[in-house]
């Protein structure tokens, strides 16, 4: 059984028991009715490490950043404008001894900060090794103008809010031992990007900060919602390819790209990584955080 | 660093961002106000293993119990009704292939249909090697009827919905080898129930349910918040005499508890368990999920 299926199933068994609920798994997030104008969206987010990132190559103050940025990012899809977040995070001992925390929440409250986000609960334990996150986050929608997956029509046009394949392109460099130093790197930059491997260098730097730093569209996720833009949408977490099998899979629809028109993210030949083929990583990476919708040609 | 300053740290933090928010980090439960009359209560619960529970003594369908329950329990300390509930769940490749999950969400499915409470959402993952579980559920109150651990006045009297320490003593259980089988248990209480040996193995059978199966006071809750009977109350997760320093803490007052009057659970006198201190157990042990609240002399 794979993780689709298990979900699949999930999602049915949960459907029978619905009531009051908008819409619940199977979309990015949770839609909950309140008695007034305004619908809950709610989404959870589990960072484990090992699996979800390294302790060696992930700064905490970027984990904290990417963990509210992912849970920031479905909200987006959802249409919605996040609100309130929950983080329920689990260190070891000897984790708890330094300031991982510190720094961690750091980079959580200036994401937090940079959208109006208040942090309004959640749960810390002990583990035995790993750390672990799970970042919630609540959103709001005018009643009925939250965006799905399913929404998408024959006809509609296919869109993305930047370029893709830089995370994936970063996550290679972080495993063939490249790093980012977060604090000096501007004055770096500067100096460095007049000469060609200076630009490489400043191109590798812009890849990893894709991996380790994604800025979710939280702003684009909201207009495209409050305006009724957008028919269906879906951050392209899991990569161009994946998140538009499962938008066409739940609209009903197929879909046509063409590869000229993928927009690549340029840092990737600009990097020159050995074997990295970018269109492929353009489709097929993921974590870039982008929001990829559809639109009915009339709105365009 | 003790995690009770971390957590006023965070709270601290958290409460300088706050707009929109009724209640924060610091009760059972965080309160969002929707633009209706009611108010969203939401609580998170981290669940991991060889922490919190450990594989070969806690099956996987009272794990999905008890994830649910410790939840239903702080929602039900808030005075709120649960509605909806998100749970993200981390689980080595190895217990992926088994029926774990199948049966962790019979559980889980069980309790929450018992309270009409749907599951609205979450995250699944894998992890390196143990399991993880965060519970998150949604509560509602009417707008302003949530009850705080801060609402305890001078004079006000002290009320637990259960007996306590039963929790504490099935851990001592569980640490020195027993376990339960839930499937055929009934049988054979019927028939062992009736000699003193009998009674003893009952005794220690339910002291192992209060550890392992633990009933949230979700009805108590609920009314005790809707007749606006409790001033103050919380869930004795940690045990009774670290639940009331939190209320008194929060409230700015004291309390006076005569030793004659604390409900102890009459089955660990039952199961005759070497070197348990009953009161102690009432005390400082905990996991018992019950309530403790105070209500005005006037209401009682």
Redesign the interface.
């Known amino acids: 059984m794979t993780?689709f299926d298990?979900?699949a199933g999930?999602r049915a068994?949960?459907r029978r028991?619905?009531?009051?609920?908008v819409h619940?798994?199977g979309d990015d997030?949770?839609v909950?009715r309140?008695?007034?104008?305004?619908d809950?969206v709610?989404?959870?987010?589990?960072?484990?490490?090992?699996?979800?990132f390294r302790r060696a190559t992930m700064p905490p103050r970027l984990l904290g950043h990417k963990a509210l940025a992912v849970s920031l990012s479905d909200i987006a899809a959802m249409g919605a404008r996040p609100?309130?977040a929950?983080?329920?995070?689990?260190v070891p001992a000897s984790v708890w001894k330094t300031n991982f925390?510190d720094q961690f929440?750091e980079g959580f409250?200036a994401l937090?900060?940079a959208h109006?986000v208040?942090?309004?609960?959640?749960?810390?334990?002990?583990?035995?090794?790993?750390i672990?996150v799970?970042s919630?986050v609540?959103g709001e929608t005018m009643r009925g103008r939250e965006v799905l997956r399913s929404g998408a029509r024959a006809g509609d046009l296919i869109f993305v809010t930047g370029a893709l394949g830089g995370a994936a392109a970063g996550l290679e460099l972080l495993e063939s031992g490249a790093n980012v130093n977060v604090g000096g790197a501007r004055a770096t930059k500067k100096v460095s990007a007049q000469t060609p491997r200076g630009r490489r260098s400043d191109a590798r730097r812009q890849l990893l900060l894709r991996q380790l730093r994604p800025a979710p569209r939280v702003g684009w996720g909201r207009f495209l919602g409050e305006k009724r833009l957008a028919t269906a949408m879906i951050d392209v977490s899991d990569g161009l390819s994946s998140g538009l099998a499962h938008l066409c899979r739940e609209s009903g629809t197929g879909a046509r790209l063409e590869a000229s028109r993928i927009p690549v993210d340029a840092s990737i030949a600009r990097a020159r990584l050995d074997a990295a083929d970018p269109l492929a990583l353009a489709l097929d990476g993921g974590e870039d955080f982008e929001l990829l919708f559809t639109i009915s040609p009339r709105r365009v």
């Not at 989404?43 to 490490?49: C, F, G, M, P």
């Open positions: 993780e298990f979900l999930v068994r949960a028991r619905a009531s009051g609920l619940g798994i997030g949770a909950v309140s008695r007034s104008g305004r809950t709610i989404t959870a987010d589990l960072l484990v490490e090992d699996i979800d609100r309130w929950l983080l329920s995070i689990g925390l929440y409250f937090a900060d109006g208040v942090l309004a609960g959640g749960d810390v334990s002990r583990t035995p090794e790993r672990v799970d919630i609540l």
